[in-house]
């Protein structure tokens, strides 16, 4: 074979190779890398539905607890001011310490200035009773113990007197505060008087004139 034909030859096998190249493995190789980021994409959306449905796992075995802590938050601190129920309290840690509450005052729910929760009020709490030390202790031990009396409250003020015609029992009058999730009502939409209001009264003394 003459020296020509070896060199048509090789430019024939390199015209097919670049051929297939273009015609064959170019587009293969691009279906191919499209197929393998698709790939990627399902395995990262695989993966992050795992995540979502692991995390669903976790919220619904925990589901109780959470119920449980919502409806302990809902005793200490309930959504309305309650105040029969706050009372009934009180009168239930008196008849168990021994002692006599003699009178329960009530304040309006006032809003906190800067509350953690949007409608958080403080709600003053007066109350007077008469008893032995050890029982007004133990009252009071009632009164503060979530697990016998849930409704938070907080004592900032205690005055004790002794009436001597029943010593040894003394009068305590003791100041206090307790707590609600008050809804807050909207403000009243300012009226708008019509644009042509004053145009109307214009006519009206003009008729009149």
């Given at each position: 074979?003459?020296?020509?034909?070896?060199?048509?030859t090789a430019l024939?096998a390199v015209?097919?190779?670049?051929?297939?190249?273009v015609?064959?493995f170019?587009?293969a190789?691009?279906?191919?890398?499209e197929?393998?980021?698709?790939?990627a994409?399902?395995?990262?959306e695989?993966?992050?539905?795992?995540?979502?449905i692991?995390?669903?796992?976790?919220v619904?075995e925990?589901?109780?607890?959470?119920?449980?802590?919502?409806?302990a938050?809902?005793?200490?601190?309930?959504r309305?001011?309650?105040?029969?129920a706050?009372?009934?309290?009180?009168?239930v840690a008196a008849d168990?310490?021994?002692?006599?509450?003699?009178?329960?005052?009530?304040?309006r729910?006032?809003?906190?200035?800067t509350?953690?929760?949007?409608?958080?009020?403080?709600i003053?709490?007066?109350?007077?009773?008469?008893?032995?030390?050890?029982?007004?202790v133990?009252?009071?031990?009632?009164?503060?113990q979530p697990?016998?009396?849930?409704?938070?409250?907080?004592w900032v003020?205690?005055?004790?007197?002794?009436?001597?015609?029943?010593?040894?029992?003394?009068?305590v009058?003791?100041?206090?505060?307790?707590?609600?999730?008050v809804?807050?009502?909207?403000?009243?939409?300012?009226?708008?008087?019509?644009?042509?209001a004053?145009?109307?009264?214009?006519?009206?003394?003009?008729?009149a004139?």
């Open positions: 074979m003459s020296r020509m034909a070896w060199v048509v024939g015209a097919v190779i670049a051929l297939f190249f015609l064959v170019q587009p190789r691009e279906e191919l890398a197929v393998e980021e698709q790939i994409m399902e395995q990262a695989q993966a992050r539905l795992g995540a979502e692991e995390r669903l796992r976790l619904r925990s589901a109780p607890g959470v119920e449980a802590d919502l409806a938050a809902d005793a200490i601190v309930p309305d001011p309650a105040l029969p706050l009372v009934r309290q009180l009168q168990e310490s021994g002692i006599t509450l003699t009178s329960v005052a009530t304040s729910p006032v809003e906190l200035e509350p953690p929760v949007e409608g958080l009020s403080a003053d709490v007066n109350t007077q009773v008469e008893g032995g030390y050890f029982q007004i133990d009252f009071l031990r009632r009164i503060e697990s016998i009396t849930p409704r938070g409250l907080t003020n205690a005055t004790v007197t002794r009436n001597d015609d029943s010593y040894p029992d003394l009068n009058s003791l100041a206090g505060r307790a707590y609600a999730v809804a807050v009502p909207l403000p009243p939409e300012p009226e708008v008087e019509p644009e042509d004053g145009e109307d009264e214009d006519d009206e003394a003009e008729e004139s």
